[in-house]
C-alpha cells in the first residue's frame, strides 16, 4: 500500500480543516498540507449564522469580507418572537430585536458556497486538497508520526506526518477513536431543520400594509436578523440565506418538550411545531421544504476530554460543541483553529510542544465548561419568557461585547487565541453570567409554580439601540444590571432560599 508523507495532514475539509489549512501556509508557505474530505462536494449545513466574533475571524483573518458581501446576506442581529395561548396575530406576538441596522458586521451564510471557497484558497496558498478521501483512522505516536488510514473510491493508502489536524466535525473521528469523547448529559438538547421556499418576507409590502404600525416600530431589516420563535423549553431560528431559501429549525430541552410523534414526516411534523406559533404560522404558511433537505440530530451538546497533543490537535465541533442559541458554534471554531494554527507552527519552528499542549487542554476544557455554565445551563427553563429574556438577553449580549467581542478588535487576531473564559480577568464577569442564569432559572420554575410565566409575552416590544464592543457599552449594560436587581427585589426573592429537599414516603 502506498505512503505519501506530509508534515500536516487535516481531516475534514470544511470550514474549520479549510481553514487551518490556509492559515498554517500563510504562517509558513513551505509546510506540506495535505487536506481529505470525505464530501466530493459541500452541502449546505448548520452553521449558517454569525455572530460579531466568526464574522471578524472570517472578514479579517481569513479575508473574506469582499466575498461575503457579494455571496452572502448580511445580517441584522438577532430577534425574539414570544407568544402565549390565546395569540393569534404576529403583531400580538412580544419582541425583541434591534431598532436599526446593526453597527458591526456579520453574515448569513449558505455553508455550501463558503466552505467551497475557503478549501479553494487553501488549496491556491499551496495545500493538496483530496476529495472523496475518508480518514478510516489514525495511529497517534506522541512526538513522533502520525499515521493515518485512507480510502478513495476504490483505493486505500496510508499518510504520514507530524501533525494531524482532526477537523471532522459532529464526526468527532479522533475523539471517538480515543474514547475522549464526553456527552454533556446536563444538556440534553435536539434540533430539527431543514431549509425552505416561500417563507414570508417580514419586510414586504404585504405585512406593512396589514400591520403598519407594527412595520414602522422597527426601522432596520427584520427580515435577514436570525429571526427566533421561542416558547417554554424550545427555540426555532429562521436564518435567510442568498438566493432566496431559508433554513428553518427547532432546538428543544428533551426535559421539557415532548416532541410530536407520528406517522407523518418528520418535515411536516416540524411545520405543525413551528405553526403552533403565531408568528412561526405567520412565515411558513406558504413555505415549501427543500426536497431531501431535512435533519434530526439528537444530544448536540458533547466535548472531546483532550483537545492537543504532542502531534494532534481538535478544532471546530471535532473538538466539541455547546448549543447553537446565540450562534457560538463558529466562535469556538475561530477559537480552536486559531490557537492549533499557533501550536503547529511553533512546533515547526522549534519550540517545546508540551507545556503549550497541556496549556492548550486546560484553557480549552475550562472554556468549554464555563461557558457552557455561564450561559446555556438550563436556559431553557426561562428562554420562553419576555420579561425574564428582556434582562437576560441585555445581560448576555452587553457582556459579549464588552468582554468578548472587544477583544479583536482592540488587540487583533491574536485574541482570538484565549478563548472564551480562559484567562483570569474571565473569573468574576463568568461569576455574574452564571449567577443571573441561575437566578432567571429559578425565577422561571417560581412563576410556573404561580401560573405567571409569559404573562408579557403578548403586546409587548423591546427595541435595542444595541451594543459595541467598547466603553459606550458600560451604562447600558450597568442599566441592565439595575432592572435585575428589580427583578430580584420585586419577585426573586421568592426563591432566595435554597429549594428544599423533598423527601418522598418511605415504601
Ligand atoms: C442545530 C445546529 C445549529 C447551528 N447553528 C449555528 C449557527 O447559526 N452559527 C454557528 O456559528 N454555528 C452553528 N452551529 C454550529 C456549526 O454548525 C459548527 O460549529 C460548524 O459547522 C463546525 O464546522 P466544522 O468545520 O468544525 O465541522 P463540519 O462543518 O461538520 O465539517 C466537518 C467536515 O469533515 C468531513 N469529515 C468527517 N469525517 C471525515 C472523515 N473520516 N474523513 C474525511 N472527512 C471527514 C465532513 O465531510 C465535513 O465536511 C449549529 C449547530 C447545530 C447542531
Known sequence: ??????????????????????????????????????????????????????????????????????????????????SRPGVEELVECSE???????????????????????????????????????????RLAAG????????????????????????????????????????????????????????????????TMRYPEWSQACCGIRATATNHLVGDGWWAWVIPLKGGETSVGVV????????????????????????????GRALMQDAEPVAGDVHWRANLAYWSDRMAGDGFVLVGDAAGFIDPLYSPGMDWLS?????????????????????????????????????????????????????LMQVGFRLDLGLYYIGVVSQPFQLGPKALQNP????PASRIPQWIMRTYNRRLSRMA???????????ANARHRDLLMGFLPDRSSGPPLLRALARWLVLEVREGWRTWLPEPVRVGPVA
Open 445 to 455: 420554575d417560581d412563576r410556573r409554580r404561580r401560573g405567571t410565566f409569559g404573562r
Open 144 to 207: 513522533g508520526r502520525q499515521w493515518l488510514r485512507v480510502e478513495t473510491d476504490g483505493e486505500s493508502f496510508n499518510v504520514e506526518a507530524r501533525w494531524v489536524v482532526d477537523a471532522s466535525g459532529f464526526t468527532t473521528l479522533l475523539a471517538r477513536q480515543e474514547g475522549w469523547l464526553r456527552s454533556n448529559r446536563e444538556h440534553p438538547t435536539t434540533a430539527c431543520w431543514a431549509r425552505w421556499s416561500g417563507v414570508t418576507d417580514l419586510d414586504g409590502s404585504d405585512l
Open 1 to 82: 500500500m502506498r505512503t505519501e508523507a506530509v508534515d500536516v495532514a487535516i481531516v475534514g475539509g470544511s470550514l474549520s480543516g479549510s481553514a487551518t489549512a490556509l492559515l498554517l501556509l500563510r504562517g509558513n508557505p513551505g509546510l506540506r498540507v495535505l487536506v481529505l474530505e470525505k464530501s466530493t462536494a459541500f452541502s449546505r449545513r448548520v452553521g449558517e449564522s454569525t455572530v460579531e466574533v466568526s464574522a471578524y475571524f472570517l472578514a479579517r483573518v481569513l479575508g473574506l469580507t469582499a466575498f461575503n458581501n457579494e455571496t452572502q446576506l448580511s445580517k441584522q442581529g438577532m430577534r425574539f418572537w414570544f
Open 420 to 423: 472564551v473564559f480562559s484567562l
Open 252 to 279: 428543544f430541552d428533551q426535559r421539557r418538550v415532548r416532541w410530536p410523534a407520528g406517522p407523518e414526516p418528520l418535515v411536516h411534523r416540524l411545520k405543525s411545531f413551528l405553526c403552533a406559533h403565531p408568528m
Open 96 to 138: 425583541i430585536g434591534g431598532r436599526y441596522l446593526t453597527r458591526i458586521p456579520a453574515w448569513q451564510v449558505d455553508r455550501s458556497t463558503l466552505d467551497e471557497e475557503v478549501l479553494t484558497r487553501a488549496r491556491n496558498a499551496g495545500a493538496t486538497v483530496l476529495r472523496g478521501a475518508k480518514v478510516r483512522s489514525v
Open 335 to 387: 477559537f480552536t483553529v486559531s490557537r492549533a494554527v499557533d501550536l503547529i507552527l511553533r512546533s515547526e519552528a522549534g519550540e517545546p510542544v508540551v507545556p503549550r499542549v497541556d496549556r492548550h487542554n486546560g484553557d480549552f476544557t475550562r472554556s468549554y465548561r464555563r461557558w457552557f455554565d455561564a450561559v446555556y445551563r438550563d436556559k431553557y427553563s426561562w428562554l420562553g419568557d419576555f420579561e
